[in-house]
């Protein structure tokens, strides 16, 4: 049984002008998300900056988000680190708390072989009963999850989809020819309809925080068979989905946040704001959209 089909938002977290964590504000926009057809959301991933939070703070995060929305909708906890015994301690919290899933990215900065990519999975698949959606993103780690690696963490009985965020689509055929028991999804919001073509389940979406109604309708309209409207919907919103790219993601997406009135709040450094040539060409796509 998949995860989730359709739209997985990798939702951001706000913050209050003291770099607090804003639960009230985390609340308004879960309640929002079920509300305009979200299905699923993944919380402390990448766009959620999960890599600046304390580790008490994801916890809280994962938690308030499973209380909030209450087994609505399917909620993956993101609890990948480059140490295997920190993740291995979020996943067994996820679990205790209610969380329906675990992403969990490949090892970053120290890296490891591909022996120690296997055995940081295994740790975890071994000891949290879980579906793990393994995460590919080997621009922001160093680390590629070859389609051959793919095929032996296949093996595993918790590794049950893999978010695959490289841009290759010719990997992600491979994926799918080497392993068809894993799940698929997008990780680029550019490559929806491509990887729905392959049998992909889905998307783990930037763009859907802020058009959380629209990635559905691009899932669910090509799984209902009308490919043509799912590729329109994608093509018509290609050039504010790039926008959101023109910095490091969150950066681009907060701010378009705001901008809609959202008050998402700021960033955690490293991250800073936008640079005003940056926010000129993200604001003038947000108009042609008519989300300005």
């Not at 809609?260 to 709040?265: C, S």
């Amino acid at each position: 049984m998949s995860l989730f089909i359709g739209s997985g938002v990798a939702i951001v977290t706000p913050f209050k002008e003291n770099g607090d964590i804003n639960l009230d504000k985390l609340e308004e926009l879960l309640i929002w998300h079920i509300q305009n057809n979200t299905d699923a959301i993944i919380i402390c991933g990448t766009t959620g900056e999960g890599s600046t939070l304390t580790d008490n703070e994801k916890k809280e995060l994962i938690k308030t988000t499973v209380e909030i929305v209450n087994k609505k909708i399917p909620i993956i906890a993101g609890v990948g680190t480059n140490n295997t015994k920190k993740s291995l301690e979020l996943s067994k919290f996820s679990k205790e708390v209610g969380a329906d899933g675990l992403l969990v990215i490949t090892p970053y900065y120290n890296k490891t072989s591909k022996n120690g990519l296997f055995e940081h999975f295994k740790t975890i698949n071994d000891q949290v009963d879980l579906p793990i959606m393994a995460y590919n993103v080997p621009s922001r780690t160093g680390m590629n999850i070859s389609p051959e690696m793919l095929f032996e963490l296949s093996k595993l009985k918790n590794i049950t989809s893999i978010k695959e965020a490289s841009g290759n689509l010719s990997q992600a055929i491979l994926y799918r020819k080497l392993c068809p028991n894993i799940d698929l999804y997008s990780g680029n919001d550019d490559q929806i309809v491509p990887f729905m073509s392959i049998g992909g389940k889905g998307t783990v979406t930037v763009l859907g925080n802020i058009l959380p109604r629209i990635v559905h309708d691009i899932t669910h309209e090509y799984i209902n068979g009308n490919v043509k409207k799912s590729l329109d919907l994608q093509l018509k919103y290609l050039n504010f989905i790039n926008s959101l790219f023109i910095e490091t993601n969150p950066i681009p997406i907060k701010t378009a946040l705001n901008l809609i009135g959202k008050n998402v709040g700021n960033f955690r450094l490293p991250l800073v704001e936008i640079d005003p040539n940056n926010l000129d060409k993200l604001k003038n796509e947000m108009k042609n959209i008519n989300l300005l």
